[in-house]
C-alpha cells in the first residue's frame, strides 16, 4: 500500500494499506504475546503502543521533511521499513521464551 501511494493513486493504495494494518495490527499484538510470559503481557502492550506513538510522531516530520525533497521518498521508505520487518518476524516467531 505505502509503495504504491504515488504510483497507483491515493485511494486504492490507501484502501490496500488500510486492509494490511487492519489485519496486520491485531495480529502482531496477539503474536507477540504468545511469546512473552502471562504476568508480562502489559508490559508487552504498553511497549507496543509506545513504539507505535513514538512512530506517530517521528512519522510524520520525517515523511514531510523527505517529501519536500521528493514526493515518492516518505512512500519507499516505509515500504522498505515495512519489508524489513516483515522479513525479521518469522525468525523471531520461533524463538522459545
Known sequence: GFF????????LA???????AGLANPLVNSRAAEGVPEERRGELFGLIQGARAVGFVLGPIL????????????????????????????????RKP
Do not use: H, K, N
Request: proline share 9%; charged share 10%.
Open 14 to 20: 490507501s484502501t490496500l494499506y488500510a486492509a494490511g
Open 63 to 94: 515523511g514531510g521533511a523527505l517529501f519536500d525533497r521528493v514526493p515518492w521518498a516518505p512512500y519507499a521508505l516505509a515500504a522498505i521499513a515495512c519489508a524489513v520487518a516483515a522479513a525479521a518476524v518469522p525468525r523471531r516467531l520461533t
Open 4 to 11: 504504491g501511494m504515488p504510483l497507483a493513486g491515493l485511494f
